[in-house]
């Protein structure tokens, strides 16, 4: 199967990635790939529930590769849980703490959950390096909560934009500023509206970017090679604050 994502990506121009190991059993496992692979660290507020048991191995992971990310972390409120997310909460600020404390770069999930993770993200916007929203999916008046304006903030749009009913994605898409701009396909999730899934499952793949830029790029009012170009540089300039 990565053979096929590998071959889907470079048709379609993928040239990097960001590989989010999101669990414990997933932090050790090797990356041979083409493209080139930004690592990143975590544990998912799905698995809150063994998350705080292994901190310290995710410590000992983050310390042993200095150019390493955290992530994919944060709330969600899909999954619901029987403690209302307070082991979410738990977890999501013992992590903010380590990225904080080791100057990482974060990428934040927040589904179904955004307003809740804003309110635990304040503390700590100041003294991350960098922010990666993850499929925001949240309305554009939400960026003028005051913890946007530290402008360490990157916001990524994925495959919920190409689906015309998305219209608090599609009106974020449109009104972001240039600057903080990503796009994504969160692959094997999540597979864009009318895209073509890879094997019996459907599975997304970084095939489709191309499909979320053209509808970002139609929200936008641009054309589509002055948004790849945008987004590459915002990638490489979040990139480089590991």
């Known amino acids: 199967m990565r053979a ?12 990097a990635c960001i590989g989010c190991a999101e669990h414990p059993t997933l932090w050790n496992a090797p990356i041979d790939s083409a493209l080139s692979v930004v690592r990143a660290y975590g544990i998912h507020p799905w698995y809150a529930d063994e998350g705080l048991g292994a901190l310290g191995d995710l410590r000992e992971r ?3 590769d ?13 999954r619901p849980t029987s403690d ?3 082991a979410q909460v738990a977890l999501f600020r013992a992590q903010l703490a380590l ?3 080791l100057n990482r770069p974060v990428v934040l999930h927040g589904a179904r959950a955004w307003q809740a993770l804003f309110r635990e993200l304040t503390p700590w916007v100041a003294r991350l390096p960098a922010i990666l929203l993850h499929g925001a999916t949240f309305s554009p008046e939400t960026l003028r909560l005051p913890l946007f304006r530290k402008g360490n903030f990157w916001i990524s749009l994925g495959g919920a934009v190409v689906n015309p009913k998305a219209r608090t994605v599609r009106a974020l898409a449109a009104a972001l500023p240039a600057e903080q701009l990503l796009i994504e396909t969160d692959a094997p999730d999540l597979l864009p509206y009318g895209a073509e899934g890879l094997g019996e499952a459907r599975l997304n793949h970084p095939g489709n970017l191309p499909l979320i830029a053209e509808a970002v790029a139609q929200l936008r009012g641009c054309d589509v090679a002055t948004l790849a170009a945008q987004t590459f540089t915002n990638a490489r300039e979040f990139a480089e604050k590991r």
């Open 4 to 15: 096929a994502f590998e071959s889907f990506a470079q048709a379609a121009g993928v040239v």
């Open 62 to 64: 983050l310390s042993a």
């Open 66 to 78: 200095p150019a390493a990310i955290v992530g994919e972390i944060g709330l969600d409120g899909i």
């Open 84 to 86: 209302n997310g307070a």
């Open 99 to 101: 990225a904080a404390e």
